[in-house]
């Protein structure tokens, strides 16, 4: 699976060198061929150039005879075995299944990922389908422009994939495009645009079908007549208002969590417009927090008090960031999370995409290191944290609202007597040039990923119950590749630095356990 993380993009783009580089090659050859075969037929153009002047002459010349016997006896046969033994096509065939079996290609199941991934963006960002297809994220040109034909594939696949709601925009981009290109006003274009008035007539997108129907009837009103009754039918539709078709049945069902309150929150906290209020970021410091690895303070900066949440700046180097990723790269797999339903295990699921791997602490100085520098700032016992997971996350990546301790109810694995997650730490080992941030929709709290720094917070209140005010997210990588390392930290051991509460202190976080 590539389109989770951006390392499996990266072995997608060397796919693509090595195939472009092979095309380029049957294309030297065929081009080399044909300037071959093109300076025979020159040379006879030009003897026949000089024929036509005077025929007769021509042809009683004996020299001029012969010659023109000779080419039709044996060249003309040269000719045809040169074309016939061209090995140019069979070789490139061939080298091309060499690939298919030795290159990564991606699957059926990257390509609706990458698609679902663009709508996730389109959605949690409220980014506008012109920009997009442009190349625009928030106003920022990273990217390259999509074609008409790009935009409208996408539109086939989100289609196929019954995302309605989606289609319509990426294929009235699609149509923008075409009819900006010099072939758009072509028979054929005008042809393709009266199928796609037919998709939107089944979808029930009566105005963008009416946009189309005038657009070509604009171009070629003539011709498209028969397009006159259709346009009546669609302005009929209009004004009654009719709500068949597709898009219509699809309204989000209720109980669906992506329509929630919360879930809209959350996009909310991601994209910027949900923030703490103005009286809780005055109680916040940064303060300089004295190391005990002996090295210079690290600037501490608290964010929420609350549950208890804060950021430390500058805690691991650029230097051992780069070598835990570089330790991760070949090791990392689609991430999975606990199945709750049938079965137990893990599982992939499309409400978490990035790539994930896990490594014991006493593999090596750096890991060794990251494990000191939490429990050196928490002060908590790390002999029972859990593995340290490396995590990769690609374009569209994300990880939806989640809680990271377990439930009342979690049946730990045998033999796992390290209780609950009391806290988790994440430590970014990347800067992310847009989105990607981790969200917390009820603090409502939104963490820049900085490289080198470590987020900390508690997951449990003092009485050992889950503090439900902590549910957080992976907010959607808009651009650039997002790598943290997850810690996570259990309730063995650590009672001299978190007693615990006699009282259940929880009743000021259950409002936020089923919030709707
Ligand atoms: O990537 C993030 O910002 C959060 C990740 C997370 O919550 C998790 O892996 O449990
Ligand atoms: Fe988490």
Not at 90 to 111: C, R, T, W, Y
Not at 306 to 322: G, I, R, T, W
């Given at each position: 699976e590539f389109f989770s993380s951006t390392s499996g993009l990266e072995k997608l783009f060397k796919t693509e060198i090595l195939l472009l580089e092979e095309l380029q090659n049957?294309?030297?050859?065929?081009?080399?061929?044909?300037?071959?075969?093109?300076?025979?037929?020159?040379?006879?153009?030009?003897?026949?150039?000089?024929?036509?002047?005077?025929?007769?002459?021509?042809?009683?010349?004996?020299?001029?005879?012969?010659?023109?016997?000779?080419?039709?006896?044996?060249?003309?046969?040269?000719?045809?075995?040169?074309?016939?033994?061209?090995?140019?096509?069979?070789?490139?065939?061939?080298?091309?299944?060499?690939?298919?079996?030795?290159?990564?290609?991606?699957?059926?199941?990257?390509?609706?990922?990458?698609?679902?991934?663009?709508?996730r963006l389109q959605q949690?960002?409220?980014?506008?389908?012109?920009?997009?297809?442009?190349?625009?994220?928030?106003?920022?040109?990273?990217?390259?422009?999509?074609?008409?034909?790009?935009?409208?594939?996408?539109?086939?696949?989100?289609?196929?994939?019954?995302?309605?709601?989606?289609?319509?925009?990426?294929?009235?981009?699609?149509?923008?495009?075409?009819?900006?290109?010099?072939?758009?006003?072509?028979?054929?274009?005008?042809?393709?645009?009266?199928?796609?008035?037919?998709?939107?007539?089944?979808?029930?997108?009566?105005?963008?079908?009416l946009g189309l129907?005038?657009?070509?009837?604009?171009?070629?009103?003539?011709?498209?007549?028969?397009?006159?009754?259709?346009?009546?039918?669609?302005?009929?539709?209009?004004?009654?208002?009719?709500?068949?078709?597709?898009?219509?049945?699809?309204?989000?069902?209720?109980?669906?969590?992506?329509?929630?309150?919360?879930?809209?929150?959350?996009?909310?906290?991601?994209?910027?417009?949900?923030?703490?209020?103005?009286?809780?970021?005055?109680?916040?410091?940064?303060?300089?927090?004295?190391?005990?690895?002996?090295?210079?303070?690290?600037?501490?900066?608290?964010?929420?008090?609350?549950?208890?949440?804060?950021?430390?700046h500058q805690v691991v180097s650029s230097k051992s960031a780069e070598f835990i990723k570089k330790m991760a790269r070949p090791k990392i797999k689609r991430s999975t999370v606990y199945s709750i339903g049938g079965g137990g295990g893990s599982q992939a699921a499309a409400f978490r995409t990035s790539q994930g791997a896990s490594f014991n602490y006493s593999r090596n100085a750096a890991t060794k290191i990251l494990s000191r520098h939490v429990g050196d700032l928490?002060?908590?016992?790390?002999?029972f944290a859990e593995e340290l997971q490396v995590a990769n996350y690609g374009i569209g990546g994300h990880y939806e609202p989640h809680w990271d301790s377990f439930p009342e109810n979690h049946i730990y694995d045998e033999g796992d007597d390290r209780g609950n997650r009391i806290a988790t730490g994440i430590y970014y080992l990347s800067d992310v040039e847009a989105g990607g941030g981790t969200a917390f929709p009820f603090l409502p709290l939104l963490v820049t990923p900085e490289k080198g720094s470590l987020l900390f917070w508690y997951n449990l209140h003092e009485s050992g119950d889950q503090d439900y005010r902590t549910k957080h997210a992976a907010c959607p990588v808009l651009q650039g590749s997002k790598w943290i390392a997850n810690v996570w930290i259990r309730e063995r051991n650590q009672h001299n630095v978190r007693p615990c509460g006699l009282q259940r202190n929880h009743e000021i976080s259950v409002p936020f356990r089923d919030f709707d």
């Amino acid at each position: 699976e590539f389109f989770s993380s951006t390392s499996g993009l990266e072995k997608l783009f060397k796919t693509e060198i090595l195939l472009l580089e092979e095309l380029q090659n049957y294309v030297n050859e065929i081009n080399q061929h044909a300037l071959a075969l093109q300076s025979e037929i020159d040379a006879i153009r030009m003897e026949h150039l000089s024929a036509a002047e005077n025929i007769d002459d021509y042809l009683n010349n004996p020299v001029n005879a012969f010659r023109l016997i000779k080419r039709l006896h044996s060249d003309w046969e040269t000719f045809e075995s040169s074309v016939s033994t061209d090995t140019s096509r069979e070789n490139f065939i061939e080298n091309m299944v060499g690939h298919k079996a030795n290159l990564s290609f991606p699957s059926q199941d990257d390509f609706v990922g990458s698609a679902i991934a663009l709508t996730r963006l389109q959605q949690t960002y409220q980014l506008d389908v012109a920009e997009l297809a442009s190349g625009i994220l928030n106003g920022v040109k990273y990217g390259t422009a999509m074609s008409w034909q790009d935009c409208f594939v996408l539109g086939q696949h989100l289609y196929a994939l019954r995302d309605f709601n989606h289609t319509v925009p990426w294929l009235q981009q699609s149509m923008q495009l075409l009819g900006e290109q010099s072939y758009g006003q072509e028979s054929a274009s005008l042809d393709f645009m009266e199928a796609v008035v037919d998709y939107h007539r089944e979808m029930g997108a009566h105005e963008t079908a009416l946009g189309l129907v005038n657009h070509v009837l604009s171009i070629e009103p003539e011709h498209r007549s028969h397009l006159l009754e259709t346009r009546q039918q669609l302005e009929e539709l209009i004004t009654d208002g009719d709500k068949n078709g597709l898009l219509h049945m699809t309204a989000r069902r209720p109980g669906d969590y992506h329509a929630s309150r919360e879930f809209k929150m959350y996009e909310q906290v991601c994209r910027g417009d949900l923030n703490p209020s103005p009286a809780k970021l005055r109680e916040l410091r940064c303060r300089f927090r004295r190391s005990r690895l002996g090295y210079a303070p690290f600037k501490l900066e608290e964010l929420s008090h609350e549950p208890l949440v804060f950021q430390v700046h500058q805690v691991v180097s650029s230097k051992s960031a780069e070598f835990i990723k570089k330790m991760a790269r070949p090791k990392i797999k689609r991430s999975t999370v606990y199945s709750i339903g049938g079965g137990g295990g893990s599982q992939a699921a499309a409400f978490r995409t990035s790539q994930g791997a896990s490594f014991n602490y006493s593999r090596n100085a750096a890991t060794k290191i990251l494990s000191r520098h939490v429990g050196d700032l928490s002060s908590l016992d790390m002999n029972f944290a859990e593995e340290l997971q490396v995590a990769n996350y690609g374009i569209g990546g994300h990880y939806e609202p989640h809680w990271d301790s377990f439930p009342e109810n979690h049946i730990y694995d045998e033999g796992d007597d390290r209780g609950n997650r009391i806290a988790t730490g994440i430590y970014y080992l990347s800067d992310v040039e847009a989105g990607g941030g981790t969200a917390f929709p009820f603090l409502p709290l939104l963490v820049t990923p900085e490289k080198g720094s470590l987020l900390f917070w508690y997951n449990l209140h003092e009485s050992g119950d889950q503090d439900y005010r902590t549910k957080h997210a992976a907010c959607p990588v808009l651009q650039g590749s997002k790598w943290i390392a997850n810690v996570w930290i259990r309730e063995r051991n650590q009672h001299n630095v978190r007693p615990c509460g006699l009282q259940r202190n929880h009743e000021i976080s259950v409002p936020f356990r089923d919030f709707d």
